[in-house]
């Protein structure tokens, strides 16, 4: 099988890069390969760092699964995706994102999946584009994007499918910072370092306590029929 992600470790940052030689889709085999790479990831220290690649995160589903006709196979594939939106969410240590480019749609929620995001500048976009393309949003992916859009972004981010582009896709809260090209890499890893030096368990503990009420609703709606 072609490799779609790879891990390495750079002390005490696991790294995982997205690369799928296109646009980084979360086919079913890119899920099969994240939640292998995620159970090589130590829960007990260190920090994860997700990233794409250059001038792309990930452009979302694969749109010749959803849109191929095959209902079990794109349920599957919306349910697989779900839940590594919520294992990644719901990690026992720190996540950080480097968004190297373009993040749409499960792409820009998997931003909203990781405790500090690092954006590139660039001529990118940031977008739920859902309900753009005829498609509605099921309730896991809204209850974490609740926990990290901007409540005054809320509408035009989420309902609106607005597309951000990197500055301000700050303050609609898909990023905490926005770097330059030459400046993500070492950013992005200066972060994960500090966040790896994080106390365990104090910090999965604290993460618990204030994902418990979403991270109920995002489970218990992962299903088949809520995809």
Known sequence: MTDLATLKKEGDVSVITLDDGKVNVFSPAMIEQLNALLDEVPEDKGCLLIQGKEGMFSAGFDLKVMQGGDTDAMSKMASGGFRLLARV???PRPVVA??????IALGAFMLCCADYRVGVKGEFIVQANET?????IPTPILEISRSRIAKAHWYRAILNAEAYNIEDSIDAGYLDEVVD????SSRAMEVATDLATLGHPHYKLTKELDQKDTLE???????GSDS
């Open 89 to 91: 969410f719901s990690f």
């Open 217 to 223: 609703k995002v489970l218990s709606t992962i299903s």
């Open 132 to 136: 753009r393309n005829n498609m509605s």
């Open 181 to 184: 090209k030459e400046d993500l």
């Open 98 to 103: 480097s968004c190297s480019g373009h993040a």
